[in-house]
């Protein structure tokens, strides 16, 4: 368990009161206190297992994501920073464990999904290939760099984790002829399987990279995910920085950067479709014309490609696509009397996700819309005191996952916006997006 410092912890919750009101200092106080004190836990090997809430699993994305409103603060508590890169180490083992894996256990003890239909071994928690899972470590690893400036965690398993990620991107881009991986779970639904009701349909290169999987775990629609190869594209780009500054590689630098530039070409080729209000991303494409124009709660997701790096938050294609996936048009899209925002086929329908809701206020460009999406959170925790996985629109208190700690983490990442307090944001860098 690890606690932050009481002068650091006291500070950021008077700053949040202030700017947001005791009810939201409140909630950010147990939010924040949570993550760090009851969902990590440092192994033997000197890594850190970090548990999602309440599965005992650790998700590559969400040990991740988790760790976001806490980047901040690294260069200030360098013990902090240390619990941070320990995580890390452990999702770049998990990475050379199984690059297919989206989750793990805390040791060989067989939990999880073992009669499903594809490698597991007694580590893999689950094994649904999510292009994102590669991504989340990875941009992890070049935060802590960017913040610190240490370079220790930069080593040869970041680099052998960069080289696996490569390859299976490399393999993805064209599945239907080069791919081994396959997925078939049993007695589930059928967003959990690639086997039944057309998933894991047929795709055709793009130079993007196919996944299995959404960042809710539910199966494609259509092999292309236009997100999770963004969030590809800019993680590659900082594999080029950290390959060139860092590591002296130029060969792995060339390769990162021609694979990034593949993936943006596939992008802007094929993810690019218009609607009514003119051009928008899709959500997912197959390269053969098939589209599904939707968003998802789950991050990396179209309502979130600032925040990951990929564009500006005043991008006009941007700014066309949240207009489309903050509406009605968007399948995913739930108004009700309590609250508005994004849900996810992955909960029941009419509820909608306190991630999106973040992630609305964090990429939004009004202070005003920032504040107004705090104080919708607050008014829908029935009563807990932290955040949950989904929330009926009409009812707060008809909610699932009681304890959910990536979206505890993404409510503290907007109180610290809203209150001034966030001092480390990705911008993009390179190409031109869109």
């Known amino acids: 368990m690890f606690q932050l410092p009481e002068s650091l912890r006291t500070e950021l919750v008077a700053g949040v009161a202030a700017a947001c009101g005791e009810r939201a200092a409140d909630i950010f106080n147990r939010c ?74 805390a040791e060989a003890n067989g ?15 689950e094994r649904k290939y999510e292009i994102d899972s590669l991504c989340y470590p990875l941009q992890l ?37 080069h791919s081994a991986y396959r997925f078939e779970r049993f007695d589930a639904p059928q967003s959990d399987t690639l086997v039944r009701a057309g998933r894991g349909s047929l795709t055709v290169p ?63 080729a094929h993810a690019v479709v218009t609607v009514a209000g003119g051009e928008i991303y899709a959500y997912e494409v197959d390269g053969l014309g098939g589209a599904l124009l939707a968003d998802d709660a789950n991050v990396p997701s179209l309502l979130a490609l600032p925040y990951i790096g990929w564009c500006d938050a005043g ?37 909608i996700w306190p991630i999106a809701l973040a992630l609305q206020g964090l990429t939004a460009t009004d202070p005003d819309e920032k504040k107004r999406l705090l104080e919708m959170l607050v008014s829908t925790d029935a009563g807990t005191g932290m955040m949950h996985e989904s929330f009926h629109k009409d009812d707060p208190a008809t909610f699932t996952r009681e304890w959910f700690s990536w979206a505890n983490a993404m409510f503290c990442e907007l109180a610290l916006d809203v209150a001034g307090l966030r001092s480390y944001v990705r911008v993009p860098e390179g190409s031109v997006r869109g």
Request: with cysteine; charged share 25%.
């Open 315 to 351: 991008d006009p294609l941007y700014q066309r696509t949240r207009a489309f996936v903050l509406s009605d048009a968007n399948p995913t899209f739930a108004s009700g009397s309590a609250a508005k925002g994004i849900g996810s086929p992955h909960t029941p329908d009419g509820h």
């Open 206 to 268: 793009t130079g993007m990279s196919w996944s299995a999987f959404r960042p809710s775990d539910d199966a494609c629609d259509f092999g292309y995910n236009v997100p999770g190869n963004a969030f590809a594209a800019v993680v590659l780009a900082g594999v080029v920085r950290i390959a060139r500054d860092v590591l002296d590689d130029e060969v792995l630098a060339d390769e990162a950067d021609a694979l990034r530039d593949q993936i943006e070409t596939g992008i802007r």
């Open 32 to 105: 924040f206190t949570d993550t760090l004190e009851n969902t990590i836990a440092m192994q033997a090997d000197g890594t850190a297992f970090m548990v999602t809430g309440d599965i005992p699993a650790m998700w590559q994305r969400d040990s991740a994501a988790q760790l976001a409103p806490y980047l901040h603060f690294l260069d200030r508590v360098p013990e902090l920073a240390e619990i941070v890169i320990a995580v890390n180490r452990r999702q770049l083992g998990g990475m050379l464990h199984d690059p297919y894996a989206n989750a793990f256990n």
């Open 111 to 125: 939990n999880g999904h073992q009669d499903d239909r594809t490698d597991m071994t007694p580590w893999t928690w």
């Open 141 to 177: 690893a070049e935060d802590i760099w960017r913040i610190t400036g240490r370079t220790d965690h930069l080593d040869e398993q970041y680099a052998r984790a960069v080289r696996a990620a490569m390859g299976v991107f490399r393999i993805e881009q064209d599945h239907e002829a």
